[in-house]
């Protein structure tokens, strides 16, 4: 898959490096390792023959701002994100497709998943794996750990994980 060919949500490849022909040859998967689904999701995709190699690394970690000291980590903690070895960032539902893709099994459903019909399809499932998350969190199971109340997270059914920074309603926090 070439940045050109990546789901419209695929985002970080410019047109001055040329971005339509860069290949991807490896993708890193940034991943909960706390969150039972998303550890089960990382366990299978080890074990899936790859057709482009997957690397996982957890959210939030020292190695990944070390790798991509230029990606929103912040954002990665509300949405499954892959990066590739060009630079190009891939989000939510489109993360989902491209890891898809580079599994030699489900590339022919990544492919379907593209289209316009298919892609409604993916975001679906995408929303409906958050929600589980969430939920999970508020059952005292360890989903969402990266996502801590008392750091001011919440889980709300409409708009999916929300940050209120913890007392700053007076406007006394520090903004850098």
């Given at each position: 898959?070439?940045?050109?060919?990546?789901?419209?949500?695929?985002?970080?490849?410019?047109?001055?490096?040329?971005?339509?022909?860069?290949p991807?040859?490896?993708?890193?998967?940034?991943?909960?390792?706390?969150?039972?689904?998303?550890a089960f999701l990382g366990d299978?995709?080890?074990?899936?023959?790859?057709?482009?190699?997957?690397?996982?690394?957890?959210?939030?970690?020292?190695?990944?701002?070390?790798?991509?000291?230029?990606?929103?980590?912040?954002?990665?903690?509300?949405?499954?994100?892959v990066?590739?070895?060009?630079?190009?960032?891939?989000?939510?539902?489109?993360?989902?497709?491209?890891?898809?893709?580079?599994?030699?099994?489900?590339?022919?459903?990544?492919?379907?998943?593209?289209?316009?019909s298919?892609?409604t399809?993916?975001?679906?499932?995408?929303?409906a794996?958050?929600?589980?998350?969430?939920t999970?969190q508020?059952?005292g199971?360890?989903?969402?750990?990266?996502?801590?109340?008392?750091?001011?997270?919440?889980?709300?059914?409409?708009r999916?994980?929300?940050?209120t920074s913890?007392?700053?309603?007076?406007?006394?926090?520090?903004?850098?």
């Amino acid at each position: 898959m070439t940045a050109r060919q990546a789901p419209a949500e695929a985002t970080g490849a410019t047109a001055d490096r040329g971005a339509a022909r860069v290949p991807v040859r490896r993708l890193t998967v940034l991943y909960d390792p706390g969150c039972p689904l998303c550890a089960f999701l990382g366990d299978w995709l080890r074990r899936r023959p790859q057709l482009v190699p997957l690397e996982l690394v957890p959210v939030g970690s020292a190695e990944a701002a070390r790798r991509f000291p230029g990606l929103d980590h912040r954002a990665t903690l509300d949405e499954i994100t892959v990066v590739g070895d060009a630079g190009q960032v891939y989000r939510s539902t489109a993360a989902w497709i491209v890891v898809l893709w580079a599994l030699r099994e489900h590339r022919p459903l990544a492919h379907r998943l593209s289209t316009p019909s298919g892609a409604t399809l993916a975001r679906g499932a995408v929303l409906a794996a958050a929600k589980w998350r969430g939920t999970q969190q508020h059952r005292g199971g360890r989903g969402g750990t990266g996502y801590r109340r008392v750091d001011g997270w919440a889980y709300d059914p409409a708009r999916g994980r929300v940050h209120t920074s913890p007392g700053c309603d007076d406007g006394s926090c520090r903004t850098g």
